[in-house]
């Protein structure tokens, strides 16, 4: 039991215990929380200098045939969170780690010219430490890895910096 960490705000969302946590509206749920084994980050592979928002986030996704956004979490340029799915719900952004992992995705990863670029704002940086932090602490063990690092995945430059290297001091 994680008890002593509630209530807890993850995302737009206050947890006030283990039992909302873990609650899923619809669509496929994880085993359990020990079976979140990677936090996965992502870009949205759109250029700095344009606007990609949640509503466009979702438009993209359900047009490839997703019920919904395929993350968890996206991060704007201005740091607002918005929470996808559910924390053990399964999600659709890493194929074939879905089912043990959480998809946290930063608008941009694209430069003014349309190349792979760390494109992270400092609200960006500091509202994704802050989430790690306590998705970490939610699920100790956890790896923080970049889609880019993940074996079996499509080849991608996302999320256009080295995760494990700018985030693995906070995995426990």
């Not at 990609?52 to 019920?67: N, S, V």
């Not at 946290?104 to 932090?133: K, N, S, V, W």
């Amino acid at each position: 039991m994680i008890q002593e960490t509630f209530p807890m705000i993850i995302g737009e969302e206050e947890m006030k215990n283990e039992r909302q946590l873990l609650t899923v509206e619809d669509g496929p749920l994880m085993q359990g929380r020990e079976s979140v084994r990677y936090l996965i980050l992502h870009c949205s592979a759109t250029r700095c200098d344009k606007d990609y928002t949640a509503e466009q986030l979702l438009r993209d996704h359900k047009t490839r045939g997703f019920r919904t956004v395929g993350y968890h979490f996206y991060i704007r340029r201005d740091g607002t969170i918005t929470q996808h799915r559910k924390l053990l719900e399964v999600g659709a952004h890493c194929r074939p780690w879905n089912r043990c992992s959480i998809g946290i995705c930063y608008e941009g990863g694209l430069d003014a010219d349309g190349h792979p670029a760390d494109t992270r704002t400092t609200e960006q940086t500091e509202q994704l430490t802050l989430l790690l932090m306590r998705l970490a602490k939610l699920f100790p063990g956890a790896r923080i890895r970049g889609h880019r690092d993940m074996s079996g995945s499509i080849p991608k430059a996302c999320p256009c910096f080295d995760a494990e290297g700018v985030f693995g001091y906070l995995e426990r």
